[in-house]
């Protein structure tokens, strides 16, 4: 058990490198390339820090009983992992992983396959790996050791801030998409109620111009071509009106479609990099735009295998 700030400190941060090696592995292998899978941009995943900080802290008095150590683990995990996605969903919007497709999930926060494996890997963690660590710590001299902390903590902290701002550059992007389509919708409903609307309109006051004519023809003869000219006259000024109220619409229709497309093919690392190192991400507030974003990164990924092969 840490009995310093300094030892907590030291224990987050390895064990969140260690996460992040083991989290870049699995998804590294699974792709079959590099994969920064860690939620923000450098090498550690805070969540393994303050798990197996928790872990440490809570049952290291219980140790010698394998079968506590594993139920121990399995729980701290579990709620862990349950609060850490809950409070992520919340903060921003985002749902980052998802095990709503495996048996026994809770909310899709946790599910019952990666707590049992938390729980064993945290018993072996607890077992065999932390003695290491903790002689690790201990054979870094402490003025060493204190100026390494404060380097890697602030580097640490500006990657928070980093990522955080990106991530709420993310959510305004998506929103901003999701604006948009909402407009392309409601503006291609328009044409097509405008075209509708306006040819019934134009049959309607063609028919009454028409029987107009014709009354006039046979009861007014000398006033034929003047009648005829009237109603053309009026038939093409009410179509001209129609078709510059459609393409006015076209047009922004065309404006708006090009700003939607540039958005979601505009190449930003940290956005492509949040979608990289989460897959099964969802949007609470976007999720068509976001899956727009995956579809046009995907593309890209494929396109450019189809080039090296």
């Known amino acids: 058990m ?29 792709a079959g390339k590099f994969v920064n899978r860690g939620f923000l941009n450098g090498p550690y995943c805070p969540i393994y820090g303050i798990g197996v900080l928790v872990v440490v802290v809570i049952l290291t008095p219980l140790k010698n009983s394998l079968l506590i150590l594993f139920i121990g683990s399995f729980v701290l995990t579990s709620v862990l992992e349950y609060i850490t996605g809950y409070v992520l969903e919340k903060v921003f919007h985002n749902k980052w992983w998802d095990y709503s497709d495996k048996p026994f999930n809770i909310k899709g926060y946790v599910c019952l396959k990666f707590s049992i494996l938390w729980g064993l890997a945290c018993s072996f963690i607890m077992l065999v790996i932390h003695p290491i ?7 870094i001299p402490k003025t060493v050791g204190i100026v390494l902390l404060i380097i ?16 709420l550059k993310f959510n305004k992007r998506l929103k901003i998409m999701g604006e948009i389509a909402g407009k392309l919708k409601v503006i291609s409903n328009e044409i097509g109620e405008n075209i509708y609307e306006n040819v019934a309109e134009a049959i309607e006051k063609k028919e009454q111009f028409d029987g107009t004519y014709e009354e006039f023809k046979t009861g007014f ?24 109220n459609i393409e006015k619409k076209r047009a922004e229709y065309e404006e708006l479609s ?49 080039q090296e092969e």
């Open 2 to 30: 840490p009995q310093t700030f300094y030892e907590v400190v030291w224990i987050f941060l390895i064990y969140a490198f260690i996460g992040w090696c083991t989290e870049v592995s699995y998804a590294t292998l699974d």
């Open 133 to 139: 660590v903790m002689g690790f710590i201990h054979i």
């Open 152 to 167: 890697l903590c602030s580097a640490f902290f500006a990657d928070c801030v980093v990522t955080v701002s990106t991530i």
């Open 221 to 244: 003869t000398q006033k034929k071509e003047k009648l005829a000219e009237n109603v053309e006259n009026r038939y093409q000024k009410f179509n001209n009106s129609v078709q510059l």
């Open 258 to 306: 090009k700003r939607y497309k540039e958005l979601s093919e505009k190449k930003i690392y940290g956005h492509d990099r949040l979608i990289k190192a989460f897959p099964g991400m969802h949007s609470i507030d976007n999720e068509d735009s976001l899956l727009k974003l995956k579809e046009h990164l995907m593309q890209l990924v494929k396109n450019k295998k189809n």
